[in-house]
């Protein structure tokens, strides 16, 4: 098994930034990519950031420019810095992780992290 948890979200004031950890836990042989997605009341899973192994990273359009993502393999973590908020940032921010696992080759699985709140006011 694979468990992923996030912390850092909060309450801020538009224009304020925030740092977002996830970090994952249990066993696997390799981790494929990380990301973080959102997901705002009312709206869908919205996706926001990816960090693939090998250092290629990737944004949706909503957030480039203002946020950044990065990994510290040693720490098994994922940090999302989210500079220039804005309220329409405001949502449940998930982690999201494609670990390999199994004998052998294995099997490329997704796990989800439990998701922390950030809220954003004008």
């Known amino acids: 098994q694979v468990y992923l948890v996030e912390s850092g979200g909060g309450s801020v004031q538009s224009g304020a930034s925030l740092r977002l950890s996830c970090e994952a836990s249990?066993?696997?042989?390799?981790?494929?990519?990380m990301a973080w997605y959102r997901q705002a009341p009312g709206k869908e899973r919205e996706f926001v950031a990816r960090?693939?192994?090998?250092?290629?990273?990737n944004y949706g359009e909503a957030v480039k420019g203002r946020f950044a993502i990065s990994r510290d393999n040693a720490k098994n973590t994922v940090y999302l810095q989210m500079d220039s908020l804005k309220p329409e940032d405001t949502a449940v921010y998930f982690c999201?992780?494609?670990?390999?696992?199994?004998?052998?080759?294995?099997?490329?699985?997704?796990?989800w992290g439990q998701g922390t709140q950030v809220t954003v006011s004008s």
């Open positions: 999201n992780g494609d670990f390999r696992r199994g004998k052998g080759w294995g099997e490329v699985y997704a796990y």
């Open positions: 960090a693939i192994s090998g250092g290629n990273t």
């Open positions: 249990g066993s696997w042989s390799s981790i494929i990519a």
